[in-house]
T-cell receptor, first 116, second 114 residues
Framework: GAGVSQSPSNKVTEKGKDVELRCDPISGHTALYWYRQSLGQGLEFLIYFQGNSAPDKSGLPSDRFSAERTGGSVSTLTIQRTQQEDSAVYLC??????????????FGPGTRLTVL | GESVGLHLPTLSVQEGDNSIINCAYSNSASDYFIWYKQESGKGPQFIIDIRSNMDKRQGQRVTVLLNKTVKHLSLQIAATQPGDSAVYFCAENTRRNQGGKLIFGQGTELSVKP
């Protein structure tokens, strides 16, 4: 079946512009996660959505970052007034139901963001 | 703060040899551990996981070992193949307190020589 998809695959923007990154999770998955991966680094947690619960925003680095998940499916990560340090690969993952034995997180291919 | 880290940033092995990738974690409350493989330009791919009530789990050509006493995790790959070349990440989760989010290590790059 279809995996996690993300768009765009690459995004180049100018410092100070806003960007929106999209994630389509695996159908039926209730949990959705955003991570950030800087060059040569591990993944850094950003935000986590689970069903209708309030999202866990504890990993968002600043108030320029926000995310929403509409209808329990598609999610959009928005970065306002982008800075050069925001350049990274933004990865989305989804899982069936955290807390149970089948909650493996499956990742999308990522969006590579470059801020000039 | 809490962290998950790797002992070796790079590992080069001969095709057909066994590979061992190590990982240390610092949060004694962690109860779930995962290994991911990431090829260049792709997202991480799930390899194998293990829960804290186990100390060993085997998959196809891969084995994960967990030593809670010293907070150490390892991934063993048998008969390493060129297709195994990638960056390998360990990740941990403390479900009870942190929901589903994963804390990742820095990664080990595995290079397989033909």
């Amino acid at each position: 079946g279809a995996g996690v998809s993300q768009s765009p695959s690459n995004k180049v923007t100018e410092k100070g512009k806003d960007v929106e990154l999209r994630c389509d999770p695996i159908s039926g998955h209730t949990a959705l996660y955003w991570y950030r991966q800087s060059l040569g680094q591990g993944l850094e947690f950003l935000i986590y959505f689970q069903g209708n619960s309030a999202p866990d925003k504890s990993g968002l680095p600043s108030d320029r970052f926000s995310a929403e998940r509409t209808g329990g499916s598609v999610s959009t990560l928005t970065i306002q007034r982008t800075q050069q340090e925001d350049s990274a690969v933004y990865l989305c993952a989804s899982s069936a139901e955290p807390g149970l034995s089948t909650d493996t997180q499956y990742f999308g291919p990522g969006t590579r963001l470059t801020v000039l | 703060g809490e962290s998950v880290g790797l002992h070796l940033p790079t590992l080069s092995v001969q095709e057909g040899d066994n590979s061992i990738i190590n990982c240390a974690y610092s949060n004694s409350a962690s109860d779930y551990f995962i290994w991911y493989k990431q090829e260049s330009g792709k997202g991480p791919q799930f390899i194998i996981d293990i829960r804290s009530n186990m100390d060993k789990r085997q998959g196809q050509r891969v084995t994960v070992l967990l030593n809670k006493t010293v907070k150490h995790l390892s991934l063993q790959i048998a008969a390493t193949q060129p297709g195994d070349s990638a960056v390998y990440f360990c990740a941990e989760n403390t479900r009870r307190n942190q929901g589903g989010k994963l804390i990742f290590g820095q990664g080990t790059e595995l290079s397989v020589k033909p």
